[in-house]
Structure formats: structure tokens, C-alpha cells
């Protein structure tokens, strides 16, 4: 069974000043990245994509659930059509 480690204060901070910066109501999805523990991939109202690294899922769920005007998700049609990645983002994917 996977315990449940708190969101540190820099997880919470960093999940709520995107929130601040990118509206009301954003959405979390939580990702499993194998032993490194799980990405909560932020989508904002804007569309901006932002992520927080946390332990496990767990956390990154405990994390979307303390933070106010964040809404748990998945990746279907509707958050992947709120997603806006530019250039700059793009670029950064690529590696360039």
C-alpha cells in the first residue's frame, strides 16, 4: 500500500501561483512517472501548461485537493482542447 507523503509547502506554492497567473479554474492532471513518483501536469484557464513533481500519485492527488480552484482532470478531449503550448514551449520539448 503507498503512503501518502503531504505536499511540501514549495509543491503547494508553486501550484498556487499558477493558478494565480493563469485563471480560475485550473485543472491538474496527475501523472505516474515510475520510482521519481508523479508529474501533476498543470493546465490553465489561459491554457499555459505548467507541472509539479511530487513523490507519488497520492500526493499529487492530495496536492490538487488542497489547492483552491484547482480541478482534478484527465487527458480527454476537453483538457487536451484547453491546452494552448506556443513556440517557446515547443521548442523546449524538442530539446532545442
Do not use: C, Y
Amino acid at each position: 500500500m503507498e503512503e501518502t507523503v503531504s505536499p511540501t509547502s514549495a509543491q503547494l506554492g508553486a501550484a498556487r501561483k499558477f493558478v494565480k497567473t493563469h485563471g480560475k479554474p485550473s485543472r491538474a492532471v496527475v501523472e505516474n512517472i515510475g520510482r521519481a513518483g508523479a508529474r501533476v501536469v498543470l493546465v490553465g484557464a489561459d491554457g499555459a501548461l505548467g507541472d509539479v513533481v511530487v513523490p507519488s500519485v497520492a500526493t499529487g492527488e492530495a496536492l490538487v485537493e488542497a489547492v483552491e480552484d484547482l480541478s482534478p482532470a484527465t487527458w480527454d478531449a476537453e483538457t487536451v482542447k484547453a491546452t494552448k503550448i506556443g513556440a517557446e514551449h515547443r521548442r523546449k520539448m524538442a530539446g532545442r
